[in-house]
């Protein structure tokens, strides 16, 4: 999806929104707003894949996989921050994908790319809980993994150790929660 469609698509986006019963700016969405509108991704492709506009979205990598997530999410999560690095941890940093002051919530987006990755996801998902559960904004990590050649070798494994709440010594705890449409 080019640009210009991608602007034209949240320009109507944002249209419909106005359309809708009266909210306040101060309307925040919980966490599980955002984990119900994830769990629409996939009919929101198979809608626009599917128009005789000529409209498609093509996702091959973890890039374009943002872009529609953001899509989808920015007109309704108003305080949705696109890719800011997190404070630096020992000798490194990472980038969230997107985060949610006001819903205490981070958003990474993870691309399955080949059969390898798939199998060694799970190191990767612990590598962000740890490096999250110290971000002070961060009380919800959601996980949205687009795998569109079923490569993870077994999701209801992945979901039982990825999906719980954790608590840490210094009394924080970090609720993790797994999107793979």
Same mark, same amino acid.
């Given at each position: 999806? $080019?640009?210009?469609?991608?602007?034209?698509?949240?320009?109507?986006?944002?249209?419909?929104?106005?359309?809708?019963?009266d909210s306040s700016a101060q309307d925040i969405l919980s966490c599980g707003d955002i984990l119900a509108a994830l769990q629409q991704f996939s009919e929101c492709v198979r809608y626009l894949n599917t128009r005789r506009s000529g409209t498609e979205i093509s996702l091959e990598n973890e890039a374009s996989v943002q872009d529609a997530v953001f899509l989808m999410l920015r007109p309704w999560v108003h305080d949705l921050i696109p890719e800011s690095p997190t404070e630096?941890?020992?000798?490194?940093?990472?980038?969230?994908?997107?985060?949610?002051? $006001?819903?205490?919530? *981070?958003?990474?987006?993870?691309? *399955?790319r080949n059969e390898m990755h798939g199998k060694e996801i799970t190191k990767e998902l612990y590598d962000d809980i740890e490096n999250y559960r110290h971000n002070p904004n961060c009380e919800h990590l959601v996980f949205f993994i687009y795998d569109p050649d079923s490569h993870i070798p077994d999701v209801n494994a992945l979901r039982m150790v990825i999906e719980e709440k954790r608590l840490y010594g210094d009394g924080r705890s970090l609720h993790c929660h797994l999107v793979i449409p």
């Open positions: 999806m $080019s640009l210009d469609q991608q602007s034209e698509l949240l320009a109507r986006i944002s249209e419909f929104r106005k359309t809708l019963p630096k941890l020992g000798n490194r940093y990472t980038i969230k994908d997107f985060s949610s002051k $006001s819903s205490k919530t *981070i958003i990474e987006i993870k691309f *399955i």
